[in-house]
């Protein structure tokens, strides 16, 4: 479950409650009174109602005070549910856990833990074992110019290593060039590999670092069309990111989709 999405919700409401009592303000001289609406024949009458019960008619003449009476008690009603919807809301989201299930295992003594089979995989023994799938630097064309990274590894090109630096300053799970074989048995090496622990979900990451040369853009096109027939769609599970001649790495954007789709 992404908690982020809750607590976004909770922000859009809390902003929409803000904004129903401002509107409310522009009320303050009718706040005492509320508007009662009866049929008679084929036709609406409207009334008001005041703090201490008496009702009293709205003529024709008067549709204005009708017609703000309705919209006050529309917000009244409105900033009601919302507060209401802002308490769920709330409530869930500070007492809810995702990590729960791996808590309690933690909390278990080794001896007991040796003779349970849980039902979800402790985080540390998910990366062990999606690191031995998922090797990387498997791609055997040499590396002529190589840049490295925080972490040591060599890559091809300065943007890469200003991405590998990103995944690595979030705790992403990460490798680079790992090998795949897409639907027609060819060999591929996306630029990299990254696990989001939360979904155990891998995504691959490819950087396009010439989307200005038509050329390196039409094999770029191929490539994601064969990604495409191998279930490795953008946007599902393929992440991308170009620079060109004219426009340069966009630090922000990377990190949007880091925030988006990794953590």
Not at 90 to 103: A, H, L, P, T
Not at 155 to 173: C, P, T, W
Not at 191 to 218: P, V
Request: overall charge neutral.
């Amino acid at each position: 479950m992404k908690i982020d999405e809750l607590k976004n919700e909770l922000q859009r409401i809390r902003e929409q409650k803000d904004y129903v009592k401002q509107q409310l303000k522009e009320y303050a001289d009718v706040s005492g009174y509320s508007l009662v609406v009866r049929k008679s024949n084929k036709w609406f009458q409207y009334y008001y109602r005041t703090n201490e019960g008496s009702v009293e008619y709205i003529p024709a003449t008067n549709r204005i005070l009708a017609t703000r009476l309705a919209q006050k008690d529309y917000y009244v009603k409105l900033l009601k549910e919302i507060e209401c919807q802002e308490r769920v809301i709330w409530s869930f989201v500070n007492k809810y856990s995702d990590s729960f299930i791996g808590e309690l295992l933690k909390g278990l003594s080794d001896g007991r833990k040796q003779l349970i089979e849980p039902i979800v995989i402790p985080d540390e023994e998910f990366i062990i074992s999606w690191r031995a799938k998922h090797l990387g630097n498997e791609n055997s064309i040499e590396i002529s110019m190589p840049y490295a990274t925080n972490r040591g590894e060599r890559v091809r090109s300065k943007s890469e290593k200003i991405l590998a630096d990103l995944f690595n300053s979030y705790g992403l799970v990460y490798c680079y060039e790992p090998h795949i074989v897409l639907y027609n048995g060819q060999k591929c090496y996306p630029d990299f590999a990254i696990l989001n622990i939360r979904e155990r979900k891998t995504y691959y990451w490819e950087h396009f670092g010439l989307a200005s040369d038509d050329n390196y853009s039409e094999k770029n096109l191929e490539k994601l069309a064969k990604y495409e027939k191998s279930g490795i769609i953008l946007g599902e599970n393929l992440i991308i990111s170009t620079e060109s001649s004219g426009v340069s790495l966009d630090i922000y954007l990377i990190e949007k989709k880091i925030k988006d789709y990794l953590l």
